[in-house]
């Protein structure tokens, strides 16, 4: 018996680096994972190697944009007639872009980084959360929201994905409290800095590399499976006394 036997899993950014890496880990322990994101042929890659892997069937692509509630509700009325319900959601697409400081930071890169990393997650966890409330008899249900390490102590130059990482601790947690008359586990996962597509840039500088390996007490970058597995273990029974937490993954950052 496998942790996720059974089980059906969505996972939003699943075309690379983290929510990839928890594609793959969710389906290896016996899950089928629903891959969403906007870029089709990203997901059909991570689908196809899953597919190759652990046999036909187990891994579904579905496009949207986790900032469109048509999107989402497109998504939800496919969950809803393809599995009648779904055991486990993981928010998880995101990102940062535009670095600036807050005067020069412009309202329309502001108003995108709450859309794509706060209000998605809102949306995503209203239409399928509702999706999973609707169906009780199942047991053992959770929803894992990606913050950051950023929603813990602000990052230089990232005001706008600070504030919406930290928000969405807080959001994780009013849900928890929602959810948890139907057992539908909410907590949030903060990875701290993981080579993935997102980061891959900033890691090309040296200097970036040396002052993170300097201010974590692990001294290294981590890796999408090193925050995978965190998020893996809070989607999973394993994880079933737990809600309403925040997981820091972060390598000792905050230590130093
Ligand atoms: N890597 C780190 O060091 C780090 C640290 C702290 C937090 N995080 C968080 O971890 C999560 C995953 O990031 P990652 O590092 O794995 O970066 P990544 O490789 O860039 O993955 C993010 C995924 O989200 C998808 N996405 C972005 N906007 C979307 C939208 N509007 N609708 C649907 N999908 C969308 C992207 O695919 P498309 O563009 O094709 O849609 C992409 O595959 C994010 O929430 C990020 O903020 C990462």
Same mark, same amino acid.
Request: charged content about 15%; cysteine-free.
């Given at each position: 018996m496998s942790r996720f036997d059974h089980k059906v899993a969505v996972i939003t950014g699943a075309g690379s680096g983290i929510g990839e890496a928890l594609a793959k880990i969710i389906a290896r322990d016996g899950g089928t994972v629903v891959l969403v994101g906007r870029t089709e042929s990203k997901l059909e890659n991570v689908a196809n190697a899953i597919r190759e892997e652990v @046999?036909?069937?187990r891994a579904i692509v579905h496009r949207a944009d986790v900032t469109k509630s048509e999107d989402i509700e497109a998504l939800t009325s496919v969950l809803q007639e393809r599995y @009648?319900?779904?055991d486990v959601l993981v928010n998880n697409a995101g990102g940062s872009s535009n670095k600036t400081n807050i005067f020069e930071m412009s309202e329309d890169d502001w108003v995108k980084s709450q859309d794509v990393n706060l209000k998605s997650v809102f949306l995503v966890s209203k239409s399928i959360g509702q999706l999973m409330k609707n169906n009780d008899d199942q047991k053992d249900r959770a929803i894992v929201n990606v913050a950051s390490l950023s929603g813990h102590k602000a990052g230089a130059h990232i005001p706008h994905y600070s504030a919406a990482k930290a928000a969405v601790m807080n959001f994780s947690r009013a849900l928890a409290y929602e959810l948890a008359p139907y057992q539908i586990r909410v907590n949030s996962v903060s990875p701290g800095f993981a080579r993935t597509d997102l980061t891959s840039a900033g890691l090309t500088n040296d200097r970036f590399v040396k002052a993170i390996e300097k201010n974590t007490a692990l001294s290294r970058v981590g890796t999408a499976d090193e925050i995978a597995n965190v998020i893996a273990f809070a989607a999973s029974s394993e994880a079933s006394y737990m809600t309403g937490s925040d997981l820091l993954v972060d390598g000792g950052w905050l230590l130093t």
């Open positions: @046999g036909e069937g @009648g319900s779904v």
